[in-house]
């Protein structure tokens, strides 16, 4: 079953550190136990989101390349 | 006495240098952290403090000696990629969390500035050297660029 996001945040384009930044912001904007979807160009954007999410108690549920090119990153919101 | 010192997500940067190649690299720091819920503290001094003067914001970025022949590819490069001013992700990082940015009182009297309202809007309080120490001692990463 595929998870339906809250909210996309569109990062492509953009570069360290602009999507985690806007990763940080785009989560308060979605509740507690739903997901952000975040689209990235970045290949630092993969690793360090996780990073960030690991600091910050959120779960990344998924990080995948579509095959359009560019990462898809699900980052569930757990406080 | 020894006092025992147990270390936070904290980071604090002494900002001495004025180029934008190195510039970015206390903006890049300063905004991940903001963004992981991090402390950071930046204290700008010589170089570092005159590349915060409000008239120095407007001017054309400069870089390291060692490397000026690569510049204005650089500049232009970042232009391309729509990289935004250093000091414009420094002001995001202050507004996304817990940041705080001073200025080195020696520094700001050998510049012949005044007062804070000659400085980024960004800048907290002119301070000194035992600020600085007494706020990053519980710092886990401190770096110097």
């Known amino acids: ?79 | 006495m020894s006092e025992k010192v147990e270390k936070r997500n904290k980071l604090a940067i002494i900002a001495w240098s004025g180029t934008a190649d190195k510039l970015y690299s206390v903006a890049t720091l300063a905004g991940a952290a903001a963004a992981g819920g991090w402390e950071v503290e930046v204290f700008f001094t010589f170089w570092g403090l005159n590349a915060i003067r409000k008239e120095m914001l407007n001017a054309p970025p400069k870089t390291s000696a060692d490397f000026a022949e690569h510049g204005p590819a650089v500049t232009e490069a970042m232009k391309q990629m729509n990289i935004p001013p250093w000091f414009e992700m420094l002001r995001q990082a202050k507004a996304m969390g817990k940041v705080k940015v001073y200025a080195c009182s020696t520094t700001t009297e050998m510049f012949g500035i005044k007062d804070k309202s000659a400085l980024a809007d960004f800048v907290d309080d002119i301070v000194g050297a035992a600020t600085y120490l007494e706020r990053a001692k519980d710092a886990a990463i401190t770096l110097f660029i």
């Open chain 1, 1 to 79: 079953m595929s998870i339906k996001p809250a909210k996309t945040l569109d990062t492509r384009g953009k570069f360290c550190p602009i999507p985690v930044m806007e990763t940080a912001k785009a989560i308060t904007l979605i509740g507690v136990g739903e997901v952000l979807e975040v689209l990235a160009t970045d290949p630092a954007a993969d690793p360090d989101i996780k990073a960030w999410a690991k600091r910050m108690g959120h779960e990344v549920v998924s990080a995948e390349k579509t095959p359009e090119g560019y990462l898809r990153i699900l980052v569930k919101r757990l406080k």
